[in-house]
């Protein structure tokens, strides 16, 4: 099936509040712009320099999100247009995405990536890690980025029970910090759900999905 028809096909399954970002990473512009012209506007990349690349080369109405590990170095070169940064692992990162967003006088919305998988290759947060991140001052003082919600990557397994307990954890986290009164946290997405799986993170109450290979083919 052509670039357009996985989409339309994609798009009609997804309920209204569950937003699709088409991950494009390592496919050449013109497929981009294939899924453009089908109207798609979110598109997520894992590498900034590729990213910055097709920024570059695209419309600039379209919103890029970072969903890839995020190197402290290479915040600077998408500073200027990301809309929303998917896998913000570390403090340290949260610091230098500020400190890139105020040279550049935005406020970067960003994502705090969980670790809810049985790998140990998977990146992100613990929940204990996030209640003390947001009791202190040096996140306080963070007044150039927006925690919006949360993203997770689930076990790559075939048990569909495992994916399910995985994904139900993330969402009942977002739920518990959806109540907090911050200036820079406002919980409203919950990033989780990929090719493989994306109908089982709605079911437990995604609402992006990040999807690539069902769109654009293998990579
Ligand atoms: C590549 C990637 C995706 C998309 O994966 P597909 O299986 O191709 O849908 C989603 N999220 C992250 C973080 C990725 O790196």
Redesign the pocket.
């Known amino acids: 099936m052509s670039i357009q028809q996985n989409l339309q096909q994609i798009k009609n399954s997804l309920p209204a509040h569950v937003t699709l970002v088409a ?1 494009s ?1 390592t496919k050449p512009v013109a497929d981009l712009q294939t899924a453009y012209q089908a109207g798609q506007r979110i598109f ?1 990349e ?1 590498k900034i320099q590729e990213m910055t690349e097709k920024w570059e080369l695209l419309p600039k109405d379209i919103s890029w999100h970072m ?2 590990h995020v190197q402290s170095n290479k915040v600077k070169y998408m500073a200027p247009y990301v809309d929303l940064i ?2 913000v692992d570390s403090v340290k990162l949260l610091e230098e995405i500020n400190k890139q967003a105020a040279k550049n006088n935005r406020v970067i919305n960003c994502l705090l990536q969980v670790f809810i998988a049985e790998e140990e290759t998977k990146f992100g947060f613990s929940s204990l890690e996030i209640n003390d991140l947001f009791a202190s001052t040096a996140f306080a003082n963070l007044q150039n980025i927006k925690i919006v919600g949360l993203m997770g ?1 689930a076990t790559n397994t075939s048990d569909t029970n495992q994916i399910t307990k995985e994904f139900s954890n993330l969402a009942s986290l977002f739920n518990q910090f959806k109540t907090l009164a911050l200036p820079n946290v406002s919980m409203e997405t919950l990033s989780m759900g ?3 799986d994306y109908p089982l993170a709605i079911a437990a109450g995604s609402t992006m999905v ?5 769109i654009f083919g293998t ?1």
Request: proline letters at 0%; glycine letters at 28%; zero cysteines.
């Open positions: 991950v990473k997520g894992n969903i890839g998917h896998g990557m990929m090719s493989g990040r999807i690539g290979s069902s990579r």
